[in-house]
């Protein structure tokens, strides 16, 4: 054969495996598709994964399962997504912790979240919720700061893990009020649990995962951590009007995909989240829950993790936090 009629017959192998790779991107997903979470199951980025994967399975008509992956406060999970193959069919919903602050506090890592990861949509934004026990009859964010002045030694802060953003809120409420506080980490949702026994005093959790508690009266919500209040918890005030002065902080959340992700199949799932964010039924069930629905372009969230990460390493910087 001659060298033209192997570089013709290249050629041809080549069109063919491209015209291959853009129908199967073009009829993705066919098969099951897995959801990866950082965190315990009944945590909010796993009630977000579960509630936003029923929309996508009925839309893709596809299986859409949510695997719980918790451990070295998101890292694991994060990791795990990083290393999968790059199709589409293994995504992560993270948050801030694991996306924007582990990596300035975490030194041993081998992995880049802002080069390992596609962004790939930005889909709620919660406010952190200062909570305690109601068998520890305490009413007030003010009287909980009185109580941490009077007896530090007695009233520990919970989180669900170094880094986290209930961790940087204890160490917010620490800074703001002139406190000082003990500050117990977690692996995810067990950190509530102690709460609601009383094992442990206060924590601040994201507004989907205590809301249920809350209605039940197991727990007392006494201030939110953003600069306004949420409109699912109106009476609620929040940490800057509690009288810490300076307190602000959310949680926000999105769907990741390895780097590398053909951009078609990023580009589907960003419109496809898009369009099941914005069903009546659901975006009602996630704002009573806290969650404010977001969605917007590849574009957009990717620079909004850019200027997250830089926001946190210069905050972690000036805690001195590093593992």
Known sequence: MSKKMQSIGMLCLGIMACASMAQAQENWPTQTVKTVVSFSAGGTTDIIAREIGVGLGKLWNQSVVVENRPGAAGNIGTQSVVRAAPDGYTLLVNSVGPIAINPHIYT???FDTVKDLQPIILIADVPNVLVVASSLNIKTAEQLGELVRDKPEEYNCASTGVGTGSHLSCELMARTGNLKLTHIPYKGAD???????GRVQFMFATLPS?????ASGKLIPLAVSTA???????????????GFKGFEMSAWFGYFAPAKTPRAIIDKINKDINAVIQEPDLKAKLSREGAEPIGGTVEFFTDFVKSESDKWKAFTKELDIIL
């Open 108 to 110: 041993k890592t081998d």
């Open 191 to 197: 950190a509530l649990n102690d709460v609601l026994s």
């Open 210 to 214: 205590v809301s249920s508690h809350i």
């Open 228 to 242: 306004n209040r949420s409109a699912a918890l109106k009476d609620v005030p929040t940490m800057q009007e509690a």
